[in-house]
């Protein structure tokens, strides 16, 4: 499998929170959650946590389902920290998570959060892949936001009824201090015969799509044939100056030769 990636910060001077890596039959895409006053509870941070997250899989990767290979990361790196900061905290770092792995012929994969994995099949439309539940419940607390002044107690109260539907039933899920988290990810698996490639976008990425509509699935598949991913991150920036939409991290892995040995 050859993968190649770019990753870039919303901005010049700031952390780039999200990770991306590959092993020869893996690759792992982690976007990390930012919020206000993280620094308090972790002295770490929270692209500490991302490339730690990101790391701990690339090293576990086997032959284990990727629902457990993600709960002991999680589990690890948790650990890793336990003693220094307050992980049970609710602003304490968490993150998205987006993997894939070469096994008997298959591409399994993995999404726990709003990353996406789109698998470009050799005949019909891609396959996508992502977890729609952080956005849908999100979506449902911005006329208050919205109708609240930004930084007034009332504010705040909203956002914290938002981050309650965190890792809990009935809401969404991030990998941040629980395990068990790891048992609410979407996963599947496809016939590598049946693919051309496949693609990990955070969602700073897949905004070219989701946000800004520039373009369709198949339309990133044929950018990212013909100009890579550094293409598709130039036109989500244009986009986000253009309509004055604050920048995100933005980060693709392209997995391409999937059939053959090495990266």
Not at 180 to 192: F, N, V
Request: hydrophobic share 45%; with cysteine; net charge negative.
């Amino acid at each position: 499998m050859r993968v190649t990636m770019t990753s870039a910060a919303a901005r010049t001077g700031r952390a780039n929170e999200d990770f991306t890596g590959a092993v020869p039959t893996a690759a792992v895409l982690i976007d990390g959650a930012g919020i206000p006053g993280t620094e308090s509870i972790c002295r770490h941070g929270v692209a500490w946590y991302a490339s730690r997250l990101g790391s701990g899989l690339l090293s576990l990767a086997g032959d284990r389902s990727l629902s457990a290979v993600l709960a002991e990361a999680i589990e690890q790196v948790t650990d890793d920290h336990r003693d220094t900061c307050d992980v049970a905290d609710p602003i304490s770092p968490s993150a998205t998570v987006a993997m894939l792995r070469l096994a008997d012929g298959l591409i399994e994969y993995l999404v726990l959060g709003d990353s996406y994995l789109v698998l470009d099949r050799v005949e019909g439309a891609p396959l996508v892949v992502s977890d729609p539940r952080e956005v849908i419940i999100s979506r449902s607390y911005e006329p208050a936001l919205a109708a609240a002044a930004a930084g007034s107690e009332e504010y705040r109260r909203i956002l914290r009824d938002l981050r309650a539907n965190r890792n809990q039933p009935g809401g969404f899920w991030l990998a941040k201090d629980d395990p068990r988290a790891a048992d609410e990810a979407i996963t599947g698996s496809c016939p590598i015969s049946e693919l051309t490639g496949a693609v990990l976008l955070s969602n700073g990425a897949s905004r070219i799509v989701d946000r800004f509509r520039l373009t369709d699935w198949p339309g990133v598949m044929a950018v990212l044939a013909s100009s890579g991913p550094a293409e598709i991150i130039r036109r989500v920036r244009e986009a986000e100056a253009r309509h004055a939409v604050t920048a995100d991290d933005a980060t693709i892995a392209h997995c391409t030769d999937l059939g053959e040995a090495g990266n």
